[in-house]
């Protein structure tokens, strides 16, 4: 076995990928990230058994969000980028030792290394990596919360680059390592860790949603346009709205278009971004299409965060820029400033040499049903449920992906009863946002509440409809929940939704390989955590 990863949805034979990654990622690449995540560890026990102050930690802090991040699926494959973040690591961890007289650290806590080839003998030992915990159910548990503390990472890190922090985030993520590390924790403890992981994670998922509301204005209800036109263009992916505007900013009087690719849509979504004349529209579908679309796009490709598929082409590679937590060898990679500005001209000067985009699509998808949205038409939605013209909710929020298995979501959509409706965010929409499912009344049978970073507004809806029909539980709310997951940011939403005390969840199309069997009984006894079976028998069951 030269690698073992099973973070993700589409992980091999649903066990684990152990010669290469579904993803694409290579055995050295897939270890070396283990070893990054190996030091965050080290560095979290430092800070706990030191009663370190968070709020003195500074660029630590900061740098901790990195280095999750960036071992998310589909975000870094760029084995040198990830080398240069553990030397970093190594020498804040260095610096702290220094200060501080700790005994019996644990190795990750200590090990030196410095050259690849050091990093690479380390991250092959037993010490490191998912299969150095022996006990099945408490190594479930321990990735369980760690994939959470990615996802987290994730908008903990999108909020920091508006300029909004937490130092409680931080403060919980070096807790929540540290305690991976902790063999004195029985599996009891480590659930309501996982719990603990789920709160902290709707304090991130606030924090994001405050950060870019207050910077952006609130979401609205908005017609994006799919169809093209004839000038060159950039396509930006990803989820960061910072790098979105630093862009649109940057092409505004060039003649360069800008679209959006798979989860930046919802960037369309915000007041602040509708004043550029180039913000053309979305390309495309989710992100496992880029491996066709791309070709098609004809411009560079900027990739902000997460959900790169390697290019098939050295032409297509040869387009790609990455900026923050993403990278790919041989793509250019932007670099930001001292004061955070990422200068974008080459990638613009870039797109005016190349052909404007083939036109793959035409029409509107309408979206921007954010919390704030919603509730501006709680009235009328409220009406509709008392009249019997909406009859259920259905949350299909999450992630798309490859499998041909989640076709079963476009099948769900279509043949729900015209009298429900479902609220999305995330790439899970692309399934369905697409098909002409009508409308009650003048509310959408989808209302897409945007990235997969708003998950957060779907909670807040469903807090808000209880607090309107005046229920004790939110399980009494005529909201079923069929999710699609994908990778760790999907976890973190899960662990949000658990900790809201939200029950009876499916999730599909499969559920997570890092769930042994004790652990997934614990989540089906006691939270009612279900896969998904026929679209027929699911119709049955959530609308019986």
Known sequence: MSMFCYQCQETAKNQGCTVVGVCG????????????????????????????????????????????????????????????????????????????????????????????????????????????????????LRELITYGLKGMAA??????????????????????????LDDTLSADDLVALTLKTGEYGVKAMALLDEANTSKYGNPEITEVNIGVRNNPAILISGHDLVDLEMLLEQTKGTGVDVYTHGEMLPGHYYPAFKKYDNFVGNYGGSWWKQTTEFKTFNGPILFTTNCIVPPKSDEVQSRIYTTGSAGFPGCDHIVPDEKGHKDFSKIIEHAKNLDAPEEIETGKIVGGFAHNQVVELADKVVDAVKSGAIKKFFVMAGCDGRMKSREYYTEFAEKLPEDTVILTAGCAKYRYNKLNLGDIGGIPRVLDAGQCNDSYSLAVIALKLKEIFELNDINDLPIAYNIAWYEQKAVIVLLALLYLGVKDIHLGPTLPAFLSENVANVLVDKFGIAGIGTVEDDLKLFLG
């Open 25 to 140: 990622k290579k055995e050295d690449v897939a270890n070396i990230q283990d070893l990054l995540i190996y030091t965050t560890k080290g560095i979290s026990e430092i800070v706990k058994k030191g009663n370190l102050d968070v709020k003195e930690l500074g660029g630590l802090n900061h740098e901790m969000l990195t280095s999750l991040f960036m071992t998310i699926t589909n975000a870094n494959f760029d084995r040198e980028a990830i080398e240069n973040q553990i030397r970093k690591m190594i020498s804040y961890r260095d610096e702290l030792l220094k200060d501080l007289n700790l005994e019996n650290l644990h190795d990750s806590a200590t090990f030196k290394v410095s050259t690849s080839e050091e990093m690479e003998e380390k991250a092959n030992s037993d010490e490191v990596g998912v299969l150095a915990t022996e006990n099945e159910d408490v190594r479930s």
């Open 155 to 180: 908008y903990a890190d999108h909020a920091l680059n508006i300029g909004k922090e937490d130092p409680e985030i931080y403060e919980f993520v070096y807790e929540a390592l540290a305690k991976s």
